[in-house]
């Protein structure tokens, strides 16, 4: 920029230096430039060594005394380094400004909060923690389900390698941990059984009571909350000192450092701030103009027009920061409101005819004042009585009057205070002694002495005595009064005082008067000069334009004795005063209100750096007060003044805040927090006060954000892709510009916010709905307006560089392959979902990415192309880490037993089904849009496993059937979903094992039938459950063989069903042989018995009862199919005729066993009809009895036959009883043998209807019919069975025999049917 002091000889020298983008130091002759000017131009935005007179820089070569290679690269490195450090100081002063006196930015409080992330020694304490819980080393009580929810999150979860990459990436935070452990509880709580009392939501809450405390630990919950308390709120907003803090430790400054250079830039000033800011703003806006007047180096854009359009935007932005600046408040929360105005001598952006408009009116500077006035005591009063009341009063000229309390005259002390407003720069304050008149026809009091006192802000606070001007009649004529006025400073008063001063146009004549500088708004100021106890200025002079410097004294002009002057182009102001520092505090005031560039400098500094051998400080560093000269010189000597006098304007600023912001990164991402590459709330205000301040372009801050999260991300951090986002939304709107097709489909002119809101959402979308927002918006045009044909741009810049374009070019190749290398990692860049959303957003980022320009999207083909590949990739990835993991490598050549390859497939198998498990919970919402290249995917690795298996099974034995669980494994888990049941690789499945399945059927059938025909030849009939030996036997095998094709759940439906026909087909034939050769036996057994009273059911009989009772349960769940009504029919009559058979078989065993009942009975019948009457065996009998008895005594024939066959019949129904299983068997075996023998005891009785029973036969009879009765009734035969027609014939025939017996014989010796009905307590 130009030096205003400087002369036009020198003008045309700096411009030349000015032009150069990075300018090259010069050593100047004059005292004009200060040393300081080698830090205003510097390659690539960094610092060049500083001069001889620069104090402890660097020589910029290396000694010719150094020899060695060695020597020179340390020496090469220090310098370095030390030019490192000179850069990040001079950057650090920059952004000390911006925190200091932000007037663009504030701290946002809507950014999400972050999370703390875990560390790797933290996530090993919690494994710890986990495993000591497991353990059962800890108090903490849980049931066997919470305990296999937290066995499993262990081993899923944090024994999982891809969490300790996430961990070490920087993205895995206590929430994230938190989430996966709850979403992994909530499918185990929704499955278990319903409680009553006890909902599932309570049990979840529990469980995750408990987890917080598992991962907690033994630390104090109040520590761990005031910790996460402190933390987010200093998450959320920072304090200027906690601001400062953190960029010390981004760019490495020392805290002497920033002491030293915080009080030479006097950042505590608001005034200075806003003075260094108006100058920067100046010197922009020049650069603006000398690039257009004379052609300086514009960037290479991407068309020639654009560098008008880069001259009006330099002048825009700088208008934009004027605006800024203006808008903030000179007053804090007092009732005067600045007047808005314009800088007049900034023409180049103003309008010219608006001049008088911005001219100053006495009414636009008034000013507010607050006065305290503290009345302490009255010394000097010695004439009154000590017991006289006195009194004072206070007042402002113009104002109201005010009283103190009532004191006695020998103790005249108050301590009142009196509060005055007025706008005055110079009241008159009236202070008065009276004392009560004690005369009866007084009426005032009387006034004993005054004062007048003219404060003004500069004086003192403290309380002084003043001498009293006495009354008439006053005999005390030294009365003094001792008070203190306190006068304060308004915010828009910027200093006031007594100067001499003439002009031109104002204050023509040389007089000494009272000034008071006014800033009306940030970049109006005027002096203005003030008489006593007026609130409008006399004269004023408004200061846009002048330039302040010290003069040396002027001869003609007595009074004053420091002079200083204020100068513009036809107008010269000389204003003198009394007192050298009140000169420098005046200067430095002016100094920061005309924003000139030109920095004045004390005589006296200058002579004490003449004497050090410097020069002149920097023309546009700001000068420290007089009593901060101290700091000045401390921050010279430890070589902090070349930062601070360094002007802003020289410096590349986009290469500077690219330093800083790649270092605020690295700072962010190493902090307590996962914040994905997110700035902090404090980092993004600096950062956008810093851009907005000094004029760095929105899409070179992005384009260097992009750069640096890529860097990262590309070495293994955790980048919210939604900020890679929005960063990349924001760059492709500026290089391409809202093309052509924007404005068809618009059509009219709309406003940058509504455009932004169309294209750039706050959540990011898919470009289809993106354009029919557009074309939503279009159906709402105003046709009242032109068409629009320009371009719009998010930031309002519409020139685009050469290097802007480029890089984008470069970055967006370098984030296609990043995003494309993260979506083929997906399970390792965004292990279990986490972050929440990080991969949906990546493929929606890949999509914009994609797209040819800002509004023309790819083709959905062209996306799905791109997301296949790297899913093809994903698979082969994700199947490779899967292998190592599972140790199969480790096999390759060695000697390899087919069961451990079998084993090892297995397990593999379960590691497959896991993986896809997961992808599914955790990526299948991302891939929503994607589902059937998800599918694919999951179909690619599936075959990538296919090949092991296929190697496996076909080193497997023949006819073996270990390889069975892992068809069910695998088809288990295909079944159940719906996008890969029947697939490619399920049908390969089916196809593999199909064959193995139709010969595992073959074989068992072959199997079933050899030990049917094994087990009955060697029988023995030992009842075994529910059956035989053989029968139980054959009823597991069906049953196991059945039970296995039936888990098996085969998928295809016409083969399930065929194997499920097949089976019940063969278990109706295995039962049926099994059936046959029952009833066989059963025959061969009762054949093979006695036929005499001593025959006993033998066990082997129940048990082929109980054979045939199994085969009709079995048959039922065996032989029945549910299939459809077409098959049903045939499949009914078939199975019928397994139950008809059974029933057949049953009965022909019923009737056999029945005939040998009979036989037996038979047998007993046969010796009776020994005693049949007329036979020769009767008469032999009869007469060998009568002629024995006359000699010996003959014993009578006794019931030896009849308790043999009631015997028989009572151990038959027991066994029966007790050894069968089906009661309706029993019941029809004792009716049909209850009914067969009284036939049989009928007939033998109508055989013999005309022959009279021989006694002996009718008590056997009596007694077998009487006790047959009666334990048939009990075993639960039927009345009407019992009672039948044969029953009663047979026992109306042994009842008259008894008769006819009991008149012949003389008695039946208590053998009688009358009883044979009732219950006989007997034997």
């Known amino acids: 920029m130009l030096d205003p002091s400087s002369s036009e000889e020198e003008g045309d020298e700096v411009l030349e230096v000015e032009r150069k983008e990075v300018a090259a130091p010069k050593s100047h002759g004059g005292a004009r430039l200060s040393p300081g000017r080698a830090a205003d131009g510097h390659g690539g935005g960094g610092l060049q060594p500083r001069g001889r007179g620069s104090g402890g820089g660097r020589p910029s070569s290396p000694s010719p005394s150094i020899g060695s290679e060695k020597e020179k690269e340390d020496l090469e490195k220090m310098q370095r380094e030390e030019e490192e450090r000179k850069k990040r100081l001079q950057l650090y002063v920059f952004v000390m400004r911006c925190i200091a006196y932000p007037f663009n930015a504030k701290q946002p409080t809507d950014m999400a909060r972050r999370q703390q992330k875990i560390s790797k020694q933290h996530l090993q304490t919690v494994k710890e923690r986990f495993q000591s819980f497991l353990s059962g080393d800890t108090q903490i009580v849980a049931d066997e389900a919470f305990i296999n929810a937290v066995q499993s999150y262990y081993e899923v979860f944090l024994k999982s390698d891809r969490v300790s990459r996430m961990v070490q990436s920087g993205g895995c935070s206590a929430s994230d941990s938190r989430e996966v452990f709850k979403k992994h509880i909530e499918k185990r709580v929704r499955s278990l059984p319903e409680i009553d009392g006890l909902s599932k939501e309570t049990v979840l809450s529990s469980w995750i009571a408990k987890f917080d405390t598992i991962y907690r630990g033994e630390e104090d919950p109040r520590k761990h909350q005031q910790r996460m308390t402190a933390s987010a709120a200093s998450e959320l907003i920072l304090s200027k000192d906690q601001l400062y803090e953190m960029f010390q430790q981004i760019l490495g400054i020392k805290k002497f450092e920033h002491q030293l250079l915080y009080n030479a830039c006097q950042l505590d000033n608001p005034d200075e701030q806003a003075a260094q800011i108006r100058r920067e703003l100046d010197g922009r806006l020049q650069m603006a103009d000398q690039i257009a007047r004379h052609g300086g180096r514009f960037p290479k854009f991407s068309s020639r027009e654009m560098e008008a359009m880069y001259i009006e935007e330099l002048r825009s932005s700088v208008n934009l920061l004027m605006a800024n600046l203006e808008s903030m408040p000179v007053s804090k929360g007092g009732e005067f409101k600045l007047q808005k105005l314009k800088r007049g001598h900034n023409t180049s952006i103003m309008d010219m005819g608006q001049e008088d408009e911005n001219t100053l009116s006495k009414s636009d500077v008034v000013l507010s004042f607050t006065l305290e006035v503290v009345i302490m005591e009255v010394q000097g009063l010695k004439s009154l009585a000590p017991n006289r009341i006195?009194?004072?009063?206070?007042?402002?000229?113009?104002?109201?009057?005010?009283?103190?309390?009532?004191?006695?005259?020998?103790?005249?002390?108050?301590?009142?205070?009196?509060?005055?407003?007025?706008?005055?720069?110079?009241?008159?304050?009236?202070?008065?002694?009276?004392?009560?008149?004690?005369?009866?026809?007084?009426?005032?009091?009387?006034?004993?002495?005054?004062?007048?006192?003219?404060?003004?802000?500069?004086?003192?606070?403290?309380?002084?005595?003043?001498?009293?001007?006495?009354?008439?009649?006053?005999?005390?004529?030294?009365?003094?009064?001792?008070?203190?006025?306190?006068?304060?400073?308004?915010?828009?008063?910027?200093?006031?005082?007594?100067?001499?001063?003439?002009?031109?146009?104002?204050?023509?004549?040389?007089?000494?008067?009272?000034?008071?500088?006014?800033?009306?708004?940030?970049?109006?100021?005027?002096?203005?000069?003030?008489?006593?106890?007026?609130?409008?200025?006399?004269?004023?002079?408004?200061?846009?334009?002048?330039?302040?410097?010290?003069?040396?004294?002027?001869?003609?002009?007595?009074?004053?004795?420091?002079?200083?002057?204020?100068?513009?182009?036809?107008?010269?102001?000389?204003?003198?005063?009394?007192?050298?520092?009140?000169?420098?505090?005046?200067?430095?005031?002016?100094?920061?209100?005309?924003?000139?560039?030109?920095?004045?400098?004390?005589?006296?500094?200058?002579?004490?750096?003449?004497?050090?051998?410097?020069?002149?400080?920097?023309?546009?560093?700001?000068?420290?007060?007089?009593?901060?000269?101290?700091?000045?010189?401390?921050?010279?000597?430890?070589?902090?003044?070349?930062?601070?006098?360094?002007?802003?304007?020289?410096?590349?600023?986009?290469?500077?805040?690219?330093?800083?912001?790649?270092?605020?990164?690295?700072?962010?991402?190493?902090?307590?927090?996962?914040?994905?590459?997110?700035?902090?709330?404090?980092?993004?205000?600096?950062?956008?006060?810093?851009?907005?301040?000094?004029?760095?372009?929105?899409?070179?801050?992005?384009?260097?954000?992009?750069?640096?999260?890529?860097?990262?991300?590309?070495?293994?951090?955790?980048?919210?892709?939604?900020?890679?986002?929005?960063?990349?939304a924001f760059c492709a709107s500026h290089v391409h510009g809202n093309s052509q097709r924007v404005c068809e489909l618009l059509n009219w002119p709309v406003s940058q916010a509504e455009l932004n809101k169309a294209l750039f959402p706050s959540v990011p979308e898919l470009p289809a709905k993106r354009e029919l927002k557009i074309i939503e918006f279009m159906k709402k045009k105003d046709l009242r307006s032109p068409p629009f044909s320009g371009t719009r741009r998010p930031d309002g810049i519409g020139t685009v560089t050469i290097e802007e374009k480029e890089r984008f070019e470069e970055i967006k190749e370098r984030l296609r392959v990043l995003l494309e290398n993260q979506i083929t990692h997906f399970r390792y860049c965004f292990p279990f979902g986490r972050p929440e959303g990080a991969l949906k957003a990546t493929l929606s980022l890949l999509e914009r990415v994609l797209m040819k320009d800002i509004v023309t999207p790819a083709t959905q083909e062209e996306v799905k192309a791109v997301i296949h590949k790297c899913l093809e990739q994903a698979a082969l990835v994700n199947y490779q880490r899967l292998s190592e993991y599972a140790k199969l490598e480790e096999n390759v050549g060695r000697l390899v037993t087919p069961a451990k390859k079998l084993e090892d497939t297995i397990r593999l198998a379960e590691?497959?089904?896991?993986?896809?498990?997961?992808?599914?919970?955790?990526?299948?919402?991302?891939?929503?849009?994607?589902?059937?290249?998800?599918?694919?995917?999951?179909?690619?690795?599936?075959?990538?496993?296919?090949?092991?298996?296929?190697?496996?099974?076909?080193?497997?034995?023949?006819?073996?059937?270990?390889?069975?669980?892992?068809?069910?494994?695998?088809?288990?888990?295909?079944?159940?979903?719906?996008?890969?049941?029947?697939?490619?690789?399920?049908?390969?499945?089916?196809?593999?094992?199909?064959?193995?399945?139709?010969?595992?059927?073959?074989?068992?059938?072959?199997?079933?039938?050899?030990?049917?025909?094994?087990?009955?030849?060697?029988?023995?009939?030992?009842?075994?459950?529910?059956?035989?030996?053989?029968?139980?036997?054959?009823?597991?095998?069906?049953?196991?063989?059945?039970?296995?094709?039936?888990?098996?759940?085969?998928?295809?439906?016409?083969?399930?069903?065929?194997?499920?026909?097949?089976?019940?087909?063969?278990?109706?034939?295995?039962?049926?042989?099994?059936?046959?050769?029952?009833?066989?036996?059963?025959?061969?057994?009762?054949?093979?018995?006695?036929?005499?009273?001593?025959?006993?059911?033998?066990?082997?009989?129940?048990?082929?009862?109980?054979?045939?009772?199994?085969?009709?349960?079995?048959?039922?769940?065996?032989?029945?199919?549910?299939?459809?009504?077409?098959?049903?029919?045939?499949?009914?009559?078939?199975?019928?005729?397994?139950?008809?058979?059974?029933?057949?078989?049953?009965?022909?065993?019923?009737?056999?066993?029945?005939?040998?009942?009979?036989?037996?009975?038979?047998?007993?019948?046969?010796?009776?009809?020994?005693?049949?009457?007329?036979?020769?065996?009767?008469?032999?009998?009869?007469?060998?009895?009568?002629?024995?008895?006359?000699?010996?005594?003959?014993?009578?024939?006794?019931?030896?036959?009849?308790?043999?066959?009631?015997?028989?019949?009572?151990?038959?129904?027991?066994?029966?009883?007790?050894?069968?299983?089906?009661?309706?068997?029993?019941?029809?075996?004792?009716?049909?043998?209850?009914?067969?023998?009284?036939?049989?005891?009928?007939?033998?009785?109508?055989?013999?209807?005309?022959?009279?029973?021989?006694?002996?036969?009718?008590?056997?009879?009596?007694?077998?019919?009487?006790?047959?009765?009666?334990?048939?009734?009990?075993?639960?035969?039927?009345?009407?069975?019992?009672?039948?027609?044969?029953?009663?014939?047979?026992?109306?025939?042994?009842?008259?025999?008894?008769?006819?017996?009991?008149?012949?014989?003389?008695?039946?010796?208590?053998?009688?049917?009358?009883?044979?009905?009732?219950?006989?307590?007997?034997?």
């Open 390 to 728: 006195v009194y004072c009063t206070m007042e402002v000229e113009g104002g109201h009057k005010l009283q103190t309390d009532q004191a006695e005259a020998s103790k005249p002390t108050w301590g009142t205070q009196g509060d005055f407003s007025t706008t005055q720069p110079l009241p008159a304050v009236k202070v008065k002694l009276f004392t009560e008149s004690t005369g009866v026809l007084a009426l005032e009091d009387k006034e004993l002495g005054r004062v007048v006192l003219h404060p003004t802000p500069n004086s003192p606070k403290q309380s002084e005595l003043h001498k009293m001007t006495v009354s008439k009649g006053c005999p005390d004529s030294e009365l003094k009064i001792k008070l203190a006025i306190r006068m304060d400073k308004p915010q828009n008063m910027k200093h006031c005082g007594y100067l001499w001063t003439i002009g031109k146009n104002v204050w023509k004549r040389w007089k000494k008067r009272f000034f008071v500088l006014v800033q009306v708004s940030q970049y109006t100021f005027a002096m203005c000069s003030y008489r006593e106890k007026k609130a409008e200025p006399v004269e004023l002079l408004q200061l846009d334009g002048y330039t302040v410097d010290y003069t040396d004294p002027q001869p003609g002009l007595d009074g004053g004795r420091t002079f200083f002057n204020a100068v513009k182009e036809g107008d010269t102001v000389i204003f003198a005063s009394d007192d050298e520092q009140d000169r420098i505090l005046w200067v430095q005031a002016m100094y920061r209100a005309t924003g000139q560039s030109h920095k004045p400098v004390p005589p006296t500094q200058v002579q004490k750096l003449n004497s050090r051998g410097g020069t002149t400080p920097q023309l546009d560093a700001p000068i420290s007060q007089f009593s901060g000269l101290e700091d000045a010189d401390r921050a010279q000597k430890h070589g902090m003044d070349e930062f601070i006098s360094a002007n802003p304007c020289n410096f590349d600023h986009a290469s500077l805040f690219e330093l800083v912001q790649r270092l605020t990164l690295d700072h962010r991402l190493n902090d307590s927090y996962s914040c994905l590459g997110w700035f902090s709330p404090g980092q993004v205000f600096v950062l956008d006060e810093y851009c907005a301040r000094y004029g760095v372009r929105g899409c070179h801050r992005h384009l260097c954000y992009l750069s640096d999260l890529l860097e990262r991300a590309e070495n293994g951090a955790m980048i919210d892709p939604t900020l890679l986002h929005y960063s990349f």
């Open 911 to 1323: 590691l497959v089904i896991e993986v896809l498990q997961q992808n599914e919970e955790h990526h299948a919402e991302a891939f929503a849009w994607w589902s059937d290249v998800m599918v694919e995917h999951a179909e690619t690795f599936l075959c990538l496993y296919s090949a092991d298996m296929d190697a496996a099974l076909e080193v497997q034995p023949p006819d073996s059937w270990d390889s069975f669980p892992l068809f069910q494994l695998l088809n288990d888990f295909l079944r159940m979903d719906y996008n890969m049941c029947n697939g490619k690789f399920h049908k390969h499945l089916q196809d593999l094992y199909a064959p193995l399945v139709v010969r595992y059927v073959d074989l068992m059938e072959s199997s079933i039938a050899q030990s049917i025909h094994r087990g009955f030849e060697r029988e023995s009939w030992e009842p075994v459950n529910n059956g035989s030996g053989t029968s139980e036997d054959l009823f597991w095998k069906l049953d196991a063989l059945q039970t296995f094709i039936r888990d098996l759940h085969w998928p295809e439906e016409e083969f399930g069903k065929h194997l499920e026909t097949r089976l019940k087909l063969m278990s109706s034939d295995m039962i049926e042989s099994c059936i046959k050769r029952t009833r066989a036996a059963f025959e061969a057994k009762l054949q093979r018995s006695s036929r005499a009273t001593d025959f006993r059911v033998p066990q082997s009989i129940c048990t082929m009862f109980n054979v045939m009772v199994d085969a009709k349960a079995q048959s039922a769940k065996l032989c029945a199919m549910d299939l459809g009504q077409e098959f049903v029919r045939d499949w009914r009559q078939y199975h019928s005729q397994i139950d008809d058979l059974i029933e057949e078989t049953v009965k022909e065993m019923i009737t056999l066993l029945v005939a040998k009942f009979v036989v037996i009975l038979e047998s007993v019948l046969a010796k009776l009809s020994r005693y049949d009457e007329g036979t020769l065996f009767s008469s032999f009998l009869s007469f060998t009895v009568k002629a024995a008895s006359k000699y010996v005594d003959v014993p009578k024939p006794g019931m030896d036959v009849a308790d043999g066959y009631v015997t028989f019949v009572r151990h038959s129904q027991d066994m029966l009883r007790e050894k069968v299983n089906e009661e309706v068997y029993i019941e029809r075996l004792f009716d049909q043998w209850y009914t067969s023998t009284m036939n049989l005891l009928g007939t033998w009785l109508t055989d013999r209807m005309d022959l009279q029973l021989h006694v002996y036969q009718l008590k056997i009879l009596i007694r077998i019919v009487k006790k047959k009765y009666r334990d048939f009734r009990l075993q639960g035969v039927l009345d009407s069975t019992l009672n039948s027609k044969m029953y009663e014939t047979v026992r109306n025939r042994l009842t008259l025999e008894e008769a006819t017996a009991s008149v012949r014989e003389g008695g039946m010796q208590g053998i009688s049917m009358k009883d044979s009905d009732e219950e006989d307590n007997g034997n």
